[in-house]
């Protein structure tokens, strides 16, 4: 997916807000301003979204996961639509509280919520009562708003991706916190010190967030493809640098036997050297007496 000014003037990414609404640490991302809007500097937008996308698919390929936050309502679809697409988690109705900062808490309510959803189409569900299943159901429900899309979830999110920043200061402050870059759709209301990577563009305007997502998900997706590639490689590097199992060849016990054994002494020829017999005697003392 490749990114022009031609694409970011039609999504209406320039458009920021009101002047009277700005946020003067956004003054370098304002390029002008027009019937009372600043108009963002999309140049810098192409800029930020290439360095995000690079970084992204870097941190992505060794290992790190990524989470889309991004809970206001024009952008709760997209968000889960397109993180689902590329394999990255995400939150698209309300922020967890503690996920970075207790994240014991929230990894307990996520196990509990898959536990459940492990019981349905089981014995188990069948043997509940009406009441029980109730409120089973009830307390599902809330859990797949909650913890719904980061299911998957097993240790603190390493990268978070967010779409307003003033809309989910809770996250951008536990993630500070914690030292976990944050990747930020800046509108020129927000702080864009707040942020690891700012990307200055209109964060309210269907089209605008539809064009970032995708983006961002496009980065995320090919991430994922490098460190399949990764994982395999090291793989096979693996297989063939292991030792070689010693082979053992069976061994006949006799032969085995015979291999130890002691050689055979020579047997001792009898010495009859300087010894005569008895028929050399008796033919010698015959042949004296003539």
Known sequence: MNITLQSLLEAGVHFGHQVKRWNPKMKEYIYTQRKGVHIIDLGQTVSALEKAKTYIETEVANGKNIIFVGTKKQARDIIKEEAEKSGAMYINNRWPGGLISNFQSVKNTIERYNRVIAMQGTEAITKLTKKELAILNKDLERSEKLVGGIKDLKKKPDML??????????????????????IAICDTNSDPDLVTMA?????????????????IAEAVKTGMSKRKVKEAQKEAETSVTAKPKVVVSDVKASDHKKDHQKPEKPKEVKKTAGKESHKEKTLKKATSKK
């Not at 991706?161 to 944050?182: G, H």
């Not at 990307?199 to 983006?215: C, E, R, S, T």
């Open 199 to 215: 990307i200055p563009g209109n964060d309210d305007a269907m089209k605008a967030i539809d064009l970032f997502v995708k983006y």
């Open 161 to 182: 991706f967010v779409l307003d920043v003033k809309r989910e200061a809770n996250a951008i402050k536990e993630a500070r916190l914690a030292e976990i870059p944050v």
